[in-house]
């Protein structure tokens, strides 16, 4: 791989994804984000896509591939929730967050993956959560599509190692985004009692252990699933 790689970032107009695009940018990559209202940040190329479609994903790649050449390094990062009870939860409310979260990622890693086998290598991170492995209540449709994450990553590590690409899978715990300040305060807090280092991860920090992830040091590693979650999955 270049020094200064091709790297997409899904949903990276914000939270997560924008600290992800930002420090890679930092590090010397040619960065491309997905976005799909607003206008992308400043200062990043940014392609309009909804995970959800096929369509919009090839278009989004190619569009990238014109500008920075092919993705090299792909954060499959964009995701939803829609809390409820399973008891109440619709059908439609479980689909969308399985299909934005999950087939989401098998879509933007599928188009990916054809360039970087003939590249001779490659980087893909899936954003997971702490959720995937403890399961939360009102969480099952987002736990299911975070844990599936896990067992869609080790499968493509598995297909991909052959072929000098890697895949790993990074489980934020509670990190402060637009997605965590939904969560109610009674429960918020509860949450970070439960945390053992007693507080709330940063994006700065989920995007220190992607750019890892993604660079020269991280080489013999795939399969796994590296928490940024103040210790509060340890054991799972
Ligand atoms: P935000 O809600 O701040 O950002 C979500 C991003 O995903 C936005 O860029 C959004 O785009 C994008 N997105 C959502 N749906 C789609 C779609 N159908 N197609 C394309 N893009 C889409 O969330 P976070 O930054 O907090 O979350 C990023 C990832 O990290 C998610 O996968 C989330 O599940 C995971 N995570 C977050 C944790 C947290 O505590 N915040 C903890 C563990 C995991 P748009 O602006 O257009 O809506």
Redesign the pocket.
């Known amino acids: 791989m270049a020094v200064s790689r091709s790297v997409l970032i899904?949903?990276?107009?914000?939270?997560?994804?924008l600290a992800v695009a930002r420090a890679m940018a930092a590090a010397g990559d040619r960065v491309a984000i997905?976005?799909?209202?607003?206008a992308p940040p400043p200062g990043l190329f940014g392609v309009r896509?909804?995970?959800?479609d096929a369509g919009q994903v090839d278009r989004a790649f190619t569009e990238v591939e014109a500008e920075h050449g092919p993705v090299e390094v792909l954060v499959a990062?964009?995701?939803?929730?829609a809390d409820r009870l399973v008891a109440v939860m619709s059908e439609a409310e479980f689909a969308t967050v399985l299909d934005?979260?999950l087939t989401?990622a098998f879509r933007v890693a599928r188009r990916a993956v054809p360039p970087m086998v003939e590249n001779r290598g490659g980087r893909i991170i899936l954003?997971?959560?702490?959720?995937g492995m403890l399961g939360a209540t009102g969480q099952a449709n987002y736990s299911a599509s975070?844990a599936g994450l896990i067992g869609f990553g080790r499968s493509l590590a598995r297909e991909l190692a052959p072929r000098n690409i890697t895949v790993n899978v990074v489980?934020?715990?509670?990190?402060d985004?637009?997605?965590?300040a939904a969560i109610p305060e009674a429960r918020r807090a509860a949450m970070v009692r439960a945390i053992p280092l007693g507080r709330t991860g940063t994006?700065e920090e989920v995007a220190r252990a992607v750019l890892f992830v993604a660079g020269p040091d991280a080489g013999c590693l795939t399969g796994a699933v590296i928490p940024i979650d103040g210790g509060l999955g340890m054991g799972h």
């Open positions: 899904t949903g990276g107009n914000r939270g997560i994804g997905t976005h799909r209202s607003d896509c909804d995970v959800t990062n964009a995701g939803i929730a934005t979260n989401g954003v997971s959560s702490v959720s975070k489980t934020p715990g509670l990190i985004t637009d997605m965590s994006v």
